[in-house]
């Protein structure tokens, strides 16, 4: 048994916006398809070869980059605390199998971070909107492989148009 313990540095990218938390969920459910996409999961674990892996996920995304796989409502976990309502602060788990396929072929050590996550708090003054950028936490460190930067490089790309759309006055 060895032990290795590799330091990383990864990149939290930050969106503020003033619309109001409801209405950016709002957009990022339409934007994943939250309620088409539900029990993705439970749909993969049926396929029997690529051609319907492709399929299935190609109706979940409905022409869109995501679909929507679940979400924590970390709100509710402050509010069992004392008993009173707290501003929203949720994580949505989004992505789309077909890139993590991709990309794990490339780096199978990116697979723990996927699929990626948005956090979505609310302020005062509207909402912030924050994700790890995914070349930072899905690369391999010391390693130029060309296949996996351009997936990642396109996947920071789909990732911050959907959040600029979702957070967009």
Same mark, same amino acid.
């Given at each position: 048994m060895s032990k290795t313990i590799i330091p990383f540095t990864a990149k939290i990218v930050n969106f503020d916006t003033t619309l109001p938390f409801s209405e950016v969920i709002s957009r990022l459910d339409v934007a994943i398809n939250k309620a088409g996409s539900s029990d993705i999961l439970g749909k993969l674990r049926t396929v029997k070869d690529q051609e319907e892996f492709m399929s299935v996920v190609n109706r979940a995304t409905v022409g869109q980059d995501f679909l929507y796989f679940w979400e924590v409502p970390h /709100? +509710?976990?402050? *509010?069992?605390?004392?008993? /009173?309502?707290?501003?929203?602060?949720?994580?949505?788990?989004?992505?789309?199998?077909?890139?993590?396929?991709?990309?794990?072929?490339?780096?199978?050590?990116?697979?723990? @971070? +996927?699929?990626?996550?948005?956090?979505?708090? *609310?302020?005062? *003054?509207?909402? @912030?909107?924050?994700?790890?950028?995914? @070349?930072?936490?899905? @690369? +391999?460190?010391?390693? /130029?492989?060309?296949?996996?930067?351009?997936?990642? *490089?396109?996947?920071?790309?789909?990732?911050?148009?959907?959040?600029?759309?979702?957070?967009? +006055?």
């Open positions: /709100n +509710i976990l402050l *509010e069992f605390a004392d008993g /009173n309502d707290k501003r929203g602060i949720v994580v949505y788990t989004f992505g789309n199998p077909i890139f993590a396929q991709a990309i794990v072929k490339c780096n199978p050590f990116a697979a723990y @971070s +996927i699929p990626p996550r948005l956090l979505i708090v *609310e302020k005062p *003054e509207g909402t @912030s909107v924050s994700y790890h950028l995914p @070349s930072t936490v899905m @690369s +391999i460190r010391g390693k /130029n492989d060309p296949n996996l930067q351009a997936e990642l *490089e396109a996947l920071d790309q789909k990732v911050e148009r959907l959040v600029v759309k979702i957070t967009a +006055i």
